[in-house]
């Protein structure tokens, strides 16, 4: 069951330690730790399994995933010794590696895209091809008559070059790619992707999942454990504040004031989800180049227990962003493929467990993210698909 797994930004630190870690993990060089579908109540309930992946993917940059993973191991992200283990297998995927395409116009672009992805899935044989977006975060784009309808869009994409913004954003139009390809889609990023009404439209007639957004793998992922507790013991939050603190290039790009304010504002929908309404505070997220591919996460909240009195805690996070999301980049990547295998068209919301800003109306505590998780994984087993 040979599955291909395309990543948007395929040399970015995510990426790269997500392909290491798959190909370590085939090898037998290294335990599944991270991976949610390794975890005893869910293991070999879902197929394709990680050694069933292949990978290639599109960036705009060309260093070598070679050197990349060079720079993951001397900064601590992944251990020197399994990054040489893996070189040949490596070596390998850069060869699935291509320039992202830049056409004349928006619909060239999307063809180029979609060729890859067929000549990917032709070479290889694969059952299925599933595209993921790991890049970095895109500002918020203003909207356009033309995301309101499939018909739409297409006639827009179709005509002159527009002379101001665009029609889609680059997230959105490697959607439409993939879709257009019939590849399922999964956007790892707060950036908008498949989230327009057009695209949900592609999805359904060419009977194919998606899943989104932005991955959840440290303050966001504290903060839906904890802000149910609070709700459940009935203690008023009155604030909740945070400052995130991070380097490498996902740090760099979220100073630009448009990708923080997309990504600030994915981090901060739990709490209004969860409690019902919204403490005073805001997140905050600066960039410190020396920190690296390590991010540190430190919120203060203030709460009214009985009687009004006033109460407070404060919190910690010190974590290793590409390590904590690669094992959940291949989690995604199984899921779609087997929700795609089943027959699921449309979003995913039962991926919920996944995102800070997950798709459709879902529980956004920890807990209840997992029974639902849990729910689908039953009902996409081996012995459920048709």
């Not at 999307?110 to 975060?137: C, G, K, Q, Y």
């Not at 979220?254 to 901060?268: F, T």
């Not at 009985?306 to 899921?335: I, Q």
Request: proline share 9%; net charge negative; aromatic share 6%.
């Amino acid at each position: 069951m040979r599955t291909g797994t395309w990543l948007i930004g395929a040399r970015g630190s995510v990426a790269v330690t997500s392909v290491i870690g798959a190909l370590a993990i085939r090898a037998g060089l290294a335990a599944p730790t991270g991976c949610v579908l390794e975890t005893p109540a869910l293991r070999e309930r879902i197929h394709p399994g990680i050694g069933d992946l292949v990978f290639g993917g599109h960036d705009v940059t060309s260093v070598p995933l070679e050197k990349k993973a060079a720079e993951l191991a001397g900064s601590g992200v992944v251990p020197a010794a399994l990054a040489l283990a893996v070189k040949d297998d490596l070596a390998a995927v850069e060869q699935q590696v291509r320039p992202l395409p830049a056409a004349a116009t928006q619909a060239e672009t999307a063809r180029a895209i979609a060729a890859d992805l067929d000549r990917f899935r032709r070479h290889h044989d694969l059952d299925r091809v599933v595209v993921i977006n790991v890049s970095t975060t895109e500002p918020v784009p203003p909207p356009h008559p033309a995301h309101a309808s499939l018909r739409e869009l297409r006639a827009a994409l179709s005509g002159p070059p527009p002379a101001a913004e665009p029609v889609l954003p680059p997230s959105s139009l490697a959607a439409y790619a993939a879709l257009s390809a019939g590849c399922p889609y999964v956007d790892f990023t707060p950036s908008t992707g498949a989230r327009l009404p057009a695209l949900d439209e592609l999805a359904r007639e060419r009977g194919l999942p998606y899943a989104g957004h932005d991955g959840k793998t440290g303050e966001t992922l504290v903060k839906s454990v904890l802000a149910p507790m609070f709700a459940q013991r009935n203690l008023k939050v009155r604030t909740w504040s945070g400052i995130n603190l991070l380097g490498g290039g996902d740090g760099a790009n979220l100073a630009r004031p448009g990708a923080n304010a997309a990504k600030s504002a994915s981090k901060q929908r739990v709490l209004p989800e969860t409690l019902g309404y919204l403490p005073q505070g805001e997140t905050r997220i600066d960039y410190l180049e020396d920190l690296g591919d390590f991010k540190t996460a430190w919120d203060l909240v203030t709460f009214e227990g009985f009687l009004g009195t006033g109460m407070r805690m404060e919190f910690t996070w010190h974590g290793c962003d590409s390590a904590l999301a690669a094992p959940l980049v291949l989690d995604l990547a199984r899921l779609t493929a087997a929700a795609h295998r089943a027959g699921r068209a449309g979003p995913l919301p039962e991926l919920a467990f996944f995102f800070k800003d997950p798709l459709g109306e879902v529980p956004h505590g920890l807990a209840g993210q997992w029974r639902t998780l849990c729910d689908l994984v039953t009902a996409l087993g081996p012995e459920h698909t048709p």
